[in-house]
């Protein structure tokens, strides 16, 4: 594995991309609230969008043959300075996230109009320029404490955008409020995790900080700095006890903010999980010394069960999808879980196939809402027939998320059953197919009403404005595309999974 | 034209059908008649293959690559041919059928009912073109899929129950033990392809080699195998046409050809023999026929009957398959053939009696063959048939079945499909006698009132199509001979 030193010499903008892939958003932010203007702060927040995606996808081609890119902020070389590193764990999670936040913005356009007063559009754009910035920091940086500073930007301005859907209904801030008071400690645990290393090892450079501590071996300090980072983020990931605050912000944000979250956010938190289990500890460290595995794999189970079960009796569109977020996540828990190539390659797969999958239905639950005001079964009956479009999308997303052939969904699944068949864990393959028949259940509840119940008496819904559309329609035949052409997907997962499984030798 | 063009074909033409019926959805005329076309069609295509390729195989036509060593890729060989056949050919009379019947019967929906329909063709083709289980379980499952709206049709709460009935049992055993069946092939071996032989020889062995075929026979919900046979009688709720065309034939068949399929290419006969995998499989198969065909006598609605004589006969198919020698899986193919015809033949009736009379219980049809005598009479050959008598088709793939027994010494095989014939005749002969002996109820017509052309005139035909296939067993036992000869 060559690492491509970036040096001072005869840099090219090309050789800056990485950190243009932050920088680029970063700045946009302020240039909204500055410009002010309603018809531009769009423009200039979708623009922005769309080069970071651009950027995401150089960066991966230069990866995706398992080469990592290092880049020296302002030539300071590290451990002293901080380094943005892209390998292709991470430039798959790029990519996922900001080509998601460029097809929520132009859905967003149309969306918000009904949901967020006119003068909060600028602020609105800004803060959700400042998440990706967030979102995208997080992802690409190589420095520990410099995960935590995005973090926080993306944290905080998540906590804004979840708010904002206080302008449609009240229940919004409270939901806002749960997930600061849930995010800020899983933060704070993140942070004294990061502290205890620090302490331990003198540095705060991930590939430093690996082999500092591969050279200690386990000590107090450094089991201890283990624990308050994995249950930190498993706070923002939102394993299954630690859920609390995913269901009530993933129904009561605006629709556009939900489907971006739901795409993204919980996704980057698990890249975060990899990254420090993987790369920073070493997995020998991690998994057989801690048994890691024996207390991922319980929770994932339970998350596969109890919050598809859980699913089944909502009675809101919206809900239920958060709900199977939390379950489909324990999916990819258990592919960390299992420990082997196969396994972390179904985790990566998920991460992407359910990211695209999970956009898809957000944004289809977001345009019932928007004609029909509410997203309870009993609001959306009969809207298939009015809403044909629309309807059909959301069923494309719903197949995808049970994983039917042909689909994206059915990709990772197949992925993550090989891998436990392949690690010889027979029950926990018997439990994933038994759990996804919950999610054959509480998806076709939402075909039935979509389909078979007659719509409410004197409505008849307008079809949804292109702008909402196109992007549902991209992200639903992605999720068909990404079901028959696996190459880009599986290849970048398997060369992600190999690097993670180098631990830290993976960084050099 | 050339074979694989044909083969793409096969699939587009009634897909693009589909799209058709929904573009068209307000011109009933030209809808109908489009899909009469693109039936035609089909066939037609299906008959290239068929000149082109005779009863021979073809190199795979791959397509792309969706995991490794995992082609979405489709090839000929004489079952999958021989399922093309049936189902394209009987699509053409049984669409006719459904104009008739859909607008005789003042049925809603149309467009998305023929849509649907055309759409479950095309993943027939798909199942039976395709070249590895990996292909035929993506079509499998969209078959699944295109024929619930079918079944859920009429919307009523017992449609809609019926139609989560059906989905449950096909999407649940397909998920949660087919797809387990696959993933585990796919992890000891690498390929999914359908070799000759099979390609489990080797990688597997003891008791490990009986679970995996029982993953695969209880997957496959759709051979309707006790006990996952619950959503055949559920989904007869479905308006008439779609339980001639797709619970005859498509729907089942497509069943019972993925079972022979897994036994014959993935498994390998001789590989069941070796290792005795298959006997618990042949129990079972003789217990579903027997127990099926007795609950068949209790049923009063004749849907409700043909359903579970259907799930017996199935069991035939399954049993051939499990007898693992090469006269039992000939049988069980042919069987494919000789119980479409017969089977679609009844169904269609069933459904000319309630256009005409909208009787649907056995009881209620007392007289009925006097004022509908070509219904009847269809009814009586597509009985006969499936009885097993000569000189009708039927007769034939039982044949072949008991000499398949008799070539493994399981005697008591060849009791159980005995007793079985006896119990079709028990079962189906009283609905002909009540027919025409039991005299007509008080004020019911006297005079000759059969229904609507397009509904009486395709069972005749099919009626007609089994005493022919009696005539050309042979040759079809021929066309089927590759897929069990020697490498």
């Known amino acids: ?78 451990p002293l300075g901080i380094e943005y590193r892209v390998d292709a764990a991470n430039a798959f999670v790029l990519l996922l996230v900001s080509g998601i936040s460029t097809l929520v913005l132009p859905y967003a356009r149309e969306s918000i109009k009904s949901e967020i007063p006119a003068r909060h559009h600028t602020l609105f754009y800004a803060a959700f320029m400042l998440c990706l910035t967030g979102l995208l920091g997080v992802t690409i940086t190589g420095d520990a404490f410099n995960v935590f500073v995005f973090l926080e930007i993306s944290s905080l301005s998540t906590y804004v955008l979840i708010a904002m859907g206080s302008y449609r209904d009240k229940r919004a801030l409270t939901a806002a409020y749960d997930y600061l008071i849930m995010g800020t400690i899983g933060a704070t645990f993140f942070v004294i995790g990061l502290g205890m290393l620090y302490m331990a090892t003198g540095t705060l450079n991930m590939a430093d900080l690996a082999d500092r501590i591969a050279d200690q071996g386990a000590n107090r300090t450094v089991r201890a700095a283990f624990a308050f980072i994995v249950v930190g983020m498993g706070l923002k990931i939102a ?61 994932a189970i339970l998350a596969m069960f109890a919050a598809s ?76 027939k009015t809403m044909p479009w629309t309807s059909a999308a959301i069923v494309i997303g719903g197949l995808s998320l049970i994983g039917v052939p042909g689909t994206a969904g059915f990709i990772s699944k197949w992925t993550l059953v090989e891998a436990t068949i392949e690690k010889g864990w027979w029950p926990v393959s018997i439990l994933i197919v038994l759990s996804s028949l919950l999610a054959v259940i509480y998806v076709w509840r939402v075909f039935e009403v979509l389909y078979l119940k007659a719509p409410l008496a004197g409505t008849n819904y307008k079809e949804a404005p292109l702008t909402m559309l196109i992007p549902m329609w991209i992200l639903a035949l992605s999720c068909i595309y990404f079901g028959l052409a696996t190459d880009v997907t599986l290849t970048a997962a398997r060369a992600a999974a190999q690097g993670l499984l180098a631990g830290s030798a993976g960084m050099f | ?55 021979g195989t073809t190199e795979p036509l791959v397509l792309f690559e969706v995991l490794p060593g995992l082609d979405f890729a489709f090839s000929v060989e004489p079952l999958g041919l021989l399922f093309a056949i049936v189902a394209s050919g009987l699509w053409i009379i049984t669409h006719l059928y459904g104009i008739g019947y859909m607008r005789g019967n003042n049925e809603k929906n149309h467009a998305r009912f023929f849509a649907s329909f055309s759409l479950a063709i095309s993943a027939v083709m798909g199942i039976a073109f395709a070249s590895n289980m990996f292909t035929l379980f993506i079509f499998y499952e969209i078959l699944t899929l295109s024929t619930y709206p079918l079944v859920a049709h009429k919307g009523t709460p017992e449609a809609i129950r019926g139609a989560r009935t059906y989905l449950g049992i096909l999407l649940g055993t397909s998920i949660a033990l087919q797809l387990l069946a696959l993933i585990w092939t796919y992890s000891i071996t690498g390929t999914l392809d359908f070799t000759k032989g099979g390609i489990l020889e080797g990688y597997i062995a003891g008791p490990a080699v009986a679970v995996l075929l029982a993953l695969y026979a209880f997957g496959i919900g759709k051979a309707a195998l006790m006990p996952f046979h619950r959503w055949l009688p559920a989904a007869m709720v479905a308006p008439t046409p779609v339980s001639a065309l797709l619970h005859a034939v498509a729907v089942v068949k497509a069943g019972v050809f993925t079972m022979l399929k897994v036994g014959i290419y993935i498994f390998g006969i001789d590989f069941l023999a070796e290792t005795g995998a298959s006997e618990w499989l042949m129990w079972l198969a003789a217990y579903t026929i027997i127990a099926a065909s007795i609950i068949a006598m209790t049923k009063d609605n004749l849907k409700a009957r043909l359903a ?42 069933a459904g000319s009696i309630y256009v005409a009379t909208h009787k649907t219980n056995i009881s209620q049809m007392n007289g009925l063959g006097r004022i509908m005598p070509i219904t009847y009479a269809a009814f009586f050959i597509g009985a006969l048939s499936i009885i097993g008598l000569p000189p009708l088709g039927g007769s034939w793939s039982k044949w072949l079945l008991i000499v398949g027994a008799a070539d493994t010494g399981q005697w008591i095989m060849i009791g159980v499909l005995m007793v079985s014939s006896l119990l079709n005749v028990a079962y189906l002969l009283p609905i002909i006698g009540r027919g025409f002996f039991s005299p007509l109820p008080e004020g019911s017509p006297t005079k000759i009132s059969e229904s609507p052309l397009l509904v009486w005139l395709p069972p005749a035909i099919t009626a007609l199509g089994t005493i022919i296939l009696f005539f050309y067993a042979g040759a079809l036992q021929e066309f089927l001979s590759p897929i069990v000869s020697a490498n």
């Open chain 1, 1 to 78: 594995m060559a690492v491509v030193e970036t040096t001072r010499v005869a840099m090219t903008l090309y050789d800056h991309l990485p950190v243009l892939q932050v920088l680029v958003p970063l700045v946009s932010a302020p240039l909204i609230v500055l410009i002010g203007s309603r018809r531009l702060t769009w423009s200039i927040a979708f623009t922005a969008s769309a080069v970071s995606f651009v950027i995401a996808i150089l960066l991966l081609m230069q990866v995706i043959d398992g080469s990592i890119i290092s880049y020296q902020i302002g030539g300071w070389a590290p």
């Open chain 1, 239 to 299: 394993i299954y006890p630690l859920h609390l605050w995913l269901p009530r912000a993933y129904t009561f944000a605006p629709s556009a903010v939900t489907v971006f979250l739901a795409a993204t956010a919980t996704k980057v938190a698990i890249y975060v999980l990899l990254r420090f289990t993987f790369s920073v500890f070493q997995p020998k460290f991690m998994f057989e010394v801690n048994t890691l595995e024996f207390i991922i794999l319980p929770f």
């Open chain 1, 309 to 384: 079960f859980i699913a089944i009796f909502q009675t809101d569109f919206k809900r239920m999808l958060a709900y199977s977020s939390i379950a489909q996540i324990g999916y990819m828990l258990l592919g960390i879980s299992l420990l082997t190539e196969t396994g972390l390659t179904a985790t990566v797969v998920y991460l992407f196939n359910h990211g695209i999958t999970k956009a898809t239905l957000f944004m289809g639950v977001g345009i019932l809402v928007l004609r029909s005001g509410g997203s309870f079964y009993n609001r959306i009956q009969g809207m298939g």
């Open chain 2, 1 to 55: 034209m050339e074979t694989n063009t044909a083969i793409l074909l096969t699939m587009l033409i009634p897909a693009g059908a589909a799209v058709a019926n929904l573009v068209f959805r307000n011109r009933a005329d030209l809808r109908d008649g489009i899909t009469l076309a693109a039936a035609v069609a089909t066939f037609l295509m299906v008959l290239t293959i068929l000149s082109n390729v005779g009863n």
């Open chain 2, 308 to 349: 579970y004589s259907t799930i017996s006969q199935l069991a035939y198919i399954t049993l051939g398959m499990a007898l693992a020698t090469s006269m039992g899986a000939l049988g069980g193919g042919m069987h494919i053939a000789m119980h479409a015809m017969g089977k679609i033949t009844l169904f269609m009736a």
